[in-house]
C-alpha cells in the first residue's frame, strides 16, 4: 500500500482544532518540519509556552489524524514552544541580563527509569570526531560486559545510525513508546531513523530540544548501566538545555590537539561546569598518525594539547586516540573499529578510554550515593 502524500497528511492535520482560537492548526501556521519516509511521519506543532500542558490533547489527536491514514505504520508529534514576541509598550526588567528572577530555580531533570548513569560526548566544535568516539567509546563499555545505549541528539547531522550499520525504522508497540534498535550490542536511537539521511532538518532550537527531549522520555530504553549522549557540537540553546534537563552523570569533552580546537573544547568544557555537570575529562583524538607501512608517527595536527589543556582546567586526561584509515573506514561501514578489528592498537585505545570513563562514572555514582541523606531508626 502507498503511503500517503504530504498533501494528504496536512489535509488530515487540517481537521484538528486549536481549542482556543477556534481554528485547525495547518491554517494557523502551527506544523512545522513535517518529514514523510516508509509510512513513518514526525512533525512538530508549534505552540505558546505557557499552553504546553493545555495543548497535549491537540497533540495526540494530530498524532492519531496522520496514524489513522492508510500507509502509515507511525506518526509521531512533538510540541514545541514558541516565545511571543515582547510587548514593546512595557518597559524592560530591572534585573540585570541572564539573571534568574528572586528564588528562580533550574528547569526541573527528567525521569529515565532503568539508566542508572548518563555520560554525554561533547565537543565544541563539529569536525573532531566526537561521534566515532561516542560510538568507539560505547562499544567499548559494552566490550565490558555492561548494557549499554546510544542516543544520537545531533538531531541536524545524524550519523550515528551509519556508524551502527542500522538503516531500519523503530517500532511502537503502544502508539506511544518507540523500542531503540539493536545491533552490535548497543540500543541505540537516532532521529536519522525516522527522516531520510538526505533530508534537512530545519527546525527552529526548541523544536531540537523537545524532540531530543522526546526520544529520552518516550523510548523504551529498559535496565541499562550507562546511556551514551552524542551531543550536538557547539554550546548552542540545545546543548544547554540538554545540560540542564538530562540527569547527567558527567561529560567527555572530544577535542584534536589544534589550539582552533582547543579553543572550543575550553568553552564546552566551561558550558558543563557552570551547568553543575561533572566533567569527566578530555579525550584527544587524531592525536597521532602512525605509519600503516613504516611505523613511522607524525603529529599531524600537533600533540599534548589536550593533555596539557586538561592539566591547565585541572580535570582528567582520558587518553589519545589516533588518526588511522582503519577508524574511519570501519565507522563509515558501519562495523567500528572496537568490534570489527577490537584487538589492533585502534581500538585498544578505545577500550582504555572506555576503562577510564566507567571508572569516573562510578566514582561519581558513588559520591553521589555517600551525599545522599539516610535516615536510623533507634
Known amino acids: 500500500m502507498a503511503e500517503p502524500t504530504e498533501q494528504q497528511i496536512v489535509a488530515a492535520l487540517g481537521a484538528i482544532t486549536d481549542p482556543d482560537a477556534g481554528r485547525d492548526i495547518v491554517s494557523l501556521g502551527m506544523i512545522q518540519g513535517l518529514a514523510v519516509k516508509d509510512g513513518v511521519v514526525s512533525f512538530a506543532i508549534e505552540v505558546d509556552p505557557q499552553r504546553g500542558a493545555a495543548m497535549e490533547p491537540v497533540r495526540q489527536a494530530a498524532e492519531a489524524a496522520v496514524a489513522a491514514l492508510p500507509g502509515i505504520r507511525s506518526a509521531r508529534a512533538v510540541l514545541t514552544a514558541h516565545n511571543p514576541a515582547p510587548d514593546q509598550s512595557k518597559p524592560p526588567p530591572r534585573s540585570a541580563p541572564n539573571s534568574p528572577a528572586p528564588g528562580a530555580r533550574g528547569p526541573a531533570?527528567?525521569?529515565?527509569?532503568?539508566?542508572?548513569?548518563?555520560?554525554?560526548v561533547a565537543s565544541g566544535k563539529g569536525g573532531v570526531g566526537k561521534s566515532t568516539v561516542a560510538v568507539n567509546l560505547a562499544l567499548g563499555l559494552a566490550a565490558r560486559g555492561l548494557a549499554v545505549g546510544v542516543m544520537d541528539s545531533d538531531i541536524y547531522g545524524p550519523s550515528i545510525p551509519r556508524m551502527v550499520g542500522i538503516d531500519r525504522k523503530p517500532s511502537s508497540p503502544d502508539g506511544k513508546t518507540i523500542l531503540p534498535l539493536e545491533n552490535h550490542g548497543l540500543r541505540v536511537m537516532s532521529m536519522g531513523?525516522?527522516?531520510?539521511?538526505?533530508?534537512?532538518?530545519?527546525?527552529?532550537?526548541?523544536?531540537?530540544?523537545?524532540?531530543?527531549?522526546?526520544?529520552?522520555?518516550?523510548?523504551?530504553?529498559?535496565?541499562?548501566?550507562?546511556?551514551?549522549v552524542d551531543m550536538p557540537p557547539g554550546t548552542g540553546d540545545a546543548q544547554l538545555s540538554l545540560s540542564q534537563r538530562v540527569p547527567l552523570t558527567g561529560a567527555v569533552i572530544v577535542s584534536t590537539p589544534q589550539d582552533i580546537a582547543l579553543i572550543d573544547a575550553r568553552k564546552g568544557l566551561n558550558m558543563f561546569i557552570k551547568v553543575e555537570v561533572p566533567v569527566l575529562g578530555i579525550v584527544e583524538n587524531m592525536s597521532y598518525f602512525a605509519c600503516p607501512h613504516c611505523g613511522e608517527r607524525s603529529e599531524i595536527f600537533g600533540h599534548g594539547g589536550a593533555r596539557e589543556e586538561a592539566d591547565r582546567l585541572g580535570v582528567p586526561f582520558l587518553g589519545e586516540i589516533p588518526l588511522h584509515m582503519t577508524i574511519r573506514t570501519t565507522s563509515d561501514s558501519g562495523n567500528p573499529v572496537t568490534v570489527s578489528e577490537p584487538d589492533s592498537p585502534q581500538a585498544e585505545a578505545f577500550h582504555a578510554l572506555a576503562a577510564r570513563v566507567w571508572a569516573a562514572v562510578e566514582q561519581q555514582m558513588g559520591e553521589a550515593k555517600a551525599a545522599a541523606p539516610s535516615i536510623v531508626f533507634d
Open 109 to 120: 531533570k527528567l525521569d529515565v527509569p532503568g539508566v542508572r548513569a548518563i555520560v554525554a
Open 193 to 228: 531513523f525516522l527522516v531520510p539521511e538526505e533530508t534537512p532538518m530545519i527546525w527552529r532550537g526548541p523544536m531540537v530540544v523537545s524532540a531530543i527531549e522526546q526520544m529520552l522520555r518516550d523510548v523504551q530504553w529498559g535496565e541499562l548501566d550507562i546511556l551514551i
